[in-house]
């Protein structure tokens, strides 16, 4: 399993960026000295873009035409993100956590552009799910299955708001109907029960995966459901949870896309 660096994040990310934010420069012009743009993402994205690709991007636009650029940025869950964006949240850029998220934007008529096409269909970001634990992992978790034990208290974020909620149910229910997750494979039931043991555990769920991880760093819980490149950010600052990947796990796929409507 190739494990992704807080570099490597911000390196697939930034390219596809770039080129997404000078092909939406036209619209939002508000003079000829200064371009406005406005980012609506999910929660996960915010140190990337805040920190590393918009502030790279400011430099390369101004080098390049003279102009600076301004961004309004906006981070929230992602299926909360999306209903914002339907509702009237006038962005100019969408960077999610679920390509079903920009496609609910797209069948709104707000996308009119093919956002997913190859070679990288709509997709600026990879990550894994992974278990953050504590040093030295106390609770001795390993698998999906180990999650069910009674006493554990598991933070993840709620999947009505959350697309780092929705890639954390598919994990482990993919890991069960694979055989994975210490259940029969190919029972949806046995997943489906699975996946309510594990949520008997779990004590906070936060809009977004960002505040659940954000929550777990202030000491609340014992095991964090989460992207592999949200631990990586954290440990990167000092930090001291480590994390664990199970055998079974999920490749997460991150979109952005234009809002020309």
């Not at 003279?66 to 993100?81: D, I, L, M, P, T």
């Not at 694979?178 to 779990?202: D, I, T, Y």
Request: one cysteine or more; aromatic letters at 6%; charged letters at 20%.
């Amino acid at each position: 399993m190739r494990k992704i660096s807080r570099l490597g994040v911000l390196a697939a990310l930034a390219l596809p960026l770039l080129l997404i934010f000078m092909g939406c420069g036209g619209d939002s012009a508000e003079s000829k000295d200064t371009l406005t743009h406005v980012l609506a993402a999910d929660t996960t994205t915010r140190e990337a873009y805040g920190k590393a690709i918009i502030p790279s991007f400011q430099k390369h636009w101004k080098e390049k035409t003279g102009q600076q650029v301004e961004f309004r940025e906006s981070y929230q869950g992602s299926g909360a993100q999306s209903r914002a964006v339907i509702g009237g949240f006038e962005a100019d850029i969408v960077a999610l956590s679920l390509a079903a998220d920009v496609e609910k934007i797209a069948e709104a008529g707000l996308i009119k552009q093919a956002w997913a096409e190859k070679p990288h269909n709509g997709m600026v970001s990879t990550s894994i799910v992974v278990m953050a634990v504590r040093p030295g992992n106390p609770k001795n978790v390993r698998e999906w299955s180990d999650l069910t034990r009674s006493g554990l208290n598991i933070l993840t974020p709620d999947p009505r708001t959350s697309g780092g909620a929705m890639w954390n149910i598919c994990a482990m229910y993919g890991a069960a109907m694979r055989g994975f997750a210490g259940v029969e494979k190919n029972r949806p039931e046995a997943a489906g029960q699975l996946l309510s043991s594990v949520f008997k555990n779990v004590s906070v769920m936060d809009k977004g995966a960002r505040e659940s991880i954000t929550n777990f760093e202030k000491g609340i819980g014992d095991i964090a459901l989460t992207y592999e490149n949200e631990v990586l950010v954290g440990q990167k600052v000092g930090q001291k949870y480590e994390y664990v990947i199970p055998r079974s796990t999920i490749l997460i796929e991150n979109p952005a896309a234009i809002v020309d409507t």
